[in-house]
């Protein structure tokens, strides 16, 4: 049984290399790809935007409420938009938002791949000299990379947005005091160490979102177990990331 499992192990992480080393061949094609590429940051963007707008306003109202609870008469109403902004641009706005594209995009991915998988799609595009590292592969990963900063962006501002409201019409606080504390307690590395988070979550998602499609067997029952460990897996990497850059750059 061990040894079983230590085999799938290895042989999980060598296919997802396989997977990585099929992309970055195809690399310096990006600039020869680039509508591959935006068709991409569209559709993962675009599509994903809607939740990540609703989950963060209230992620930052239920941020800004607990700052609020677990503070109250022991400091200053300042402390609530520093508390807020700290949690939000550590830790919630990256994390949050990796978590809601992988279960959006990278389900999307590899039910895409292994729809075309199944259906011999990709074995045609290899049997007409049509690699699929650059048409398939190379610009998912690339858009997963850019688009989880953008998205990250307006998940924090969202969320600083989400504790000023609810600071104001539920806990009474002037919202300059708010504001104030907010400005207090930016910092630049906050602020890019969330960032540098949200593009290795990006990466994780294109990539596993394209091994899962890629080694879909079974016709659409493999597909929806493809889409499920696409999803599963990318959401436990995340978790597992986040705390590793944290421990490196904080």
Same mark, same amino acid.
């Given at each position: 049984?061990?040894?079983? #499992?230590?085999?799938?192990?290895?042989?999980?992480?060598?296919?997802?290399?396989? *997977?990585?080393?099929?992309?970055?061949? !195809?690399?310096?094609?990006? =600039?020869?790809?680039?509508?591959?590429?935006? !068709?991409? *940051?569209?559709?993962? &963007?675009?599509?994903?935007?809607?939740?990540?707008?609703?989950?963060?306003?209230? #992620?930052?109202?239920?941020?800004?409420?607990?700052?609020?609870?677990?503070?109250?008469?022991?400091?200053?109403?300042?402390?609530?938009?520093?508390?807020?902004?700290?949690?939000?641009?550590i830790e919630l706005g990256p994390m949050?938002?990796?978590?809601?594209?992988?279960?959006?995009?990278?389900?999307?991915?590899?039910?895409?791949?292994?729809?075309?998988?199944?259906?011999?799609?990709?074995?045609?595009?290899?049997?007409?000299?049509?690699?699929?590292?650059?048409?398939?592969?190379? =610009?998912?990963?690339? #858009?997963?990379?850019?688009?989880?900063?953008?998205?990250? *962006?307006?998940?924090?501002?969202?969320?600083?947005?989400?504790?000023?409201?609810?600071?104001?019409?539920?806990?009474?606080?002037?919202?300059?005091?708010?504001?104030?504390?907010?400005?207090? !307690?930016?910092?630049?590395?906050?602020?890019?160490?969330?960032?540098?988070?949200?593009?290795?979550?990006?990466?994780?998602?294109?990539?596993?979102?394209?091994?899962?499609?890629?080694?879909?067997? &079974?016709?659409?029952?493999?597909? &929806?177990? #493809?889409?499920?460990?696409?999803?599963? &897996?990318?959401?436990?990497?995340?978790?597992?990331?986040?705390?590793?850059?944290?421990?490196?750059?904080?």
């Amino acid at each position: 049984m061990i040894l079983k #499992a230590v085999k799938s192990f290895f042989t999980y992480i060598g296919g997802v290399t396989l *997977i990585l080393c099929e992309g970055l061949k !195809n690399a310096y094609k990006i =600039p020869s790809s680039y509508r591959l590429i935006l !068709n991409q *940051i569209l559709s993962m &963007g675009i599509s994903s935007l809607p939740i990540v707008m609703i989950v963060s306003v209230f #992620a930052g109202m239920v941020t800004g409420f607990q700052a609020a609870y677990q503070t109250k008469g022991l400091v200053p109403e300042l402390y609530i938009g520093m508390g807020v902004v700290k949690a939000v641009m550590i830790e919630l706005g990256p994390m949050l938002t990796g978590l809601i594209v992988a279960g959006r995009v990278s389900s999307s991915i590899a039910a895409e791949l292994g729809t075309m998988r199944v259906t011999e799609q990709i074995d045609a595009f290899e049997i007409m000299g049509i690699d699929p590292g650059r048409y398939l592969i190379m =610009p998912r990963i690339i #858009a997963g990379i850019l688009v989880l900063p953008i998205l990250t *962006i307006f998940a924090e501002l969202i969320m600083i947005l989400g504790g000023l409201l609810v600071s104001v019409w539920a806990l009474d606080l002037s919202g300059y005091i708010y504001i104030r504390g907010v400005r207090t !307690n930016f910092i630049e590395i906050t602020l890019w160490g969330g960032l540098i988070k949200s593009v290795v979550f990006g990466f994780i998602v294109g990539l596993l979102g394209c091994y899962h499609g890629f080694h879909a067997r &079974g016709g659409a029952e493999g597909v &929806g177990q #493809a889409t499920t460990r696409a999803v599963v &897996g990318s959401m436990v990497l995340i978790l597992v990331f986040d705390y590793l850059i944290a421990k490196l750059v904080f």
